[in-house]
T-cell receptor
Framework: KAGVTQTPRYLIKTRGQQVTLSCSPI?????VSWYQQTPGQGLQFLFE???????NKGNFPGRFSGRQFSNSRSEMNVSTLELGDSALYLC?????????????FGPGTRLTVT | EDQVTQSPEALRLQEGESSSLNCSYT??????LFWYRQDPGKGPEFLFT???AGEEKEKERLKATLTKKESFLHITAPKPEDSATYLC??????????????FGKGTHLIIQP
């Protein structure tokens, strides 16, 4: 079974621009979560989507948004990029429901803002 | 607010030298504690889920245990390929069931041949 895929893998943007990242979950997984990873803050939860609805959101400004499509693929958008947005953005998918919250991560998109 | 603290931040061991990594947590209603392994340039790889105090799980040279306040990841006779950053995360019930995981900052483990 194919794992979580993320595109693009690397991205360089200029401050003030916007960016869209894409994530395809493991087949059959209906929940997709996004995380930001930086050396200083570690892994921080951005938001989770299930059945095209955002179920929860972490403590990030409104410049960070996302959506999920009917095939469970998800996109994350960051508008008006700031230097501090440089990070590894990770997508994770899981089977929704049940006791387990085991998430499986993709390889990430490395975003550099200059 | 859920919190996770991992120690030590970095650990260097000789091949075959067993040790333990610590994960201390505070959470409102633990729904699960998770261990992940992350190699440089890659996403975290799922290792274990623990649900209640006293639970233990094993996989090859790794064994995870859970108490009401902390979890340990025991590494027995490690090999160089066990070198990685090990991340601990918790899911609490404070957010109504749809919270993302709260991660610690990880322990960077180096196994020297």
């Amino acid at each position: 079974k194919a794992g979580v895929t993320q595109t693009p893998r690397y991205l360089i943007k200029t401050r003030g621009q916007q960016v869209t990242l894409s994530c395809s979950p493991i087949s059959g997984h209906r929940s997709v979560s996004w995380y930001q990873q930086t050396p200083g803050q570690g892994l921080q939860f951005l938001f989770e989507y299930f059945s095209e609805t955002q179920r929860n959101k972490g403590n990030f400004p409104g410049r960070f948004s996302g959506r999920q499509f009917s095939n469970s693929r998800s996109e994350m958008n960051v508008s008006t990029l700031e230097l501090g947005d440089s990070a590894l953005y990770l997508c994770a998918s899981r089977l929704a429901g049940g006791r387990a919250y085991e998430q499986y991560f993709g390889p990430g998109t490395r975003l550099t803002v200059t | 607010e859920d919190q996770v603290t991992q120690s030590p931040e970095a650990l260097r061991l000789q091949e075959g030298e067993s040790s333990s990594l610590n994960c201390s947590y505070t959470v409102s209603g633990l729904r699960g504690l998770f261990w992940y392994r992350q190699d440089p340039g890659k996403g975290p790889e799922f290792l274990f889920t623990l649900y209640s105090a006293g639970e233990e799980k094993e996989k090859e040279r790794l064994k995870a245990t859970l108490t009401k306040k902390e979890s340990f990841l025991h590494i027995t006779a490690p090999k160089p390929e066990d070198s990685a950053t090990y991340l601990c995360a918790v899911q609490g019930s404070s957010g109504g069931g749809a919270d993302g995981l709260t991660f610690g900052k990880g322990t960077h483990l180096i196994i020297q041949p």
